[in-house]
């Protein structure tokens, strides 16, 4: 049976506090709440800004055994590059990520809306990538749904990110041995609660799509009013 690990996008939202965080809780002892609750998070803010040696040193040590750490790609490597000419903004990047040691899962490279399909561009980016590491794409054009993609990706053991929006859903294909799920809202984007009857079905979807797999990631990405823990505990518990 394929891993599930499940949690969420992030875990630093004021928001969350009295909804998930202890009304008393100080903010220095959330993710250690956090990691008591989910095995799995996603790191959004590397995206942003790549965080310091300190701090992936601090997430590593203070994570429990098991605990995964997703980590989503600079900007500067997917949006403003564009995947290519970035060999030493990548070496840069993962030496960082690389401080995570055995907490570190997949990393996440997400393409901007307006990069269309260039199979040329993506099977030379792939070609370059280090193995010994997770890597997954989301695409956020529609012009890379084509089985064309899906091929290389496969060729390469690189992972299709699956992800669920209010008014669109990508295909569910894993192109790798592991699957990777995002889910970004179910009314509203990064808001709105999940149903249990459209996790039920998700659930349905993932356990079929997995078998074969070594694991699955999935995360939660609508923090709004705290929707993201409870669909992810909802989620787990129809997974397992």
Known sequence: MPKHHIGTSGWHYDHWREVFYPPKLPKKRWFDFYSQHFSTVELNNSFYRLPSENTFAN?????????????????????????????????????????????????????????????????????????????????????????????????????????????????????????YVRFHGSTLMYGGSYSDEELRRWAQSIGALSQGLTSSYIYFNNDMEGFAVKNAKKLEELLY
């Open 59 to 179: 997430w590593r040590d203070s994570s429990p055994s098991g605990f995964l750490f997703a980590v989503k790609v600079s900007r500067f490597i997917t949006h403003i590059k564009r995947i290519r000419n970035i060999e030493d903004a990548l070496a840069t990047f993962l030496s960082r990520a690389d401080i995570l040691q055995d907490r570190l899962g997949p990393l996440l490279y997400q393409l901007p809306p307006n990069m269309k399909r260039d199979e040329n561009r993506l099977e030379s980016f792939l070609s370059s990538l280090p193995s010994g590491y997770q890597h997954v794409f989301e695409f956020r054009n529609e012009s890379w749904f084509q089985e064309s993609i899906f091929q290389i990706l496969r060729r390469h053991n690189v992972g299709f990110c699956i992800y669920d929006t209010p008014d669109f859903t990508t295909p569910l294909v894993a192109t790798a041995d592991f699957a």
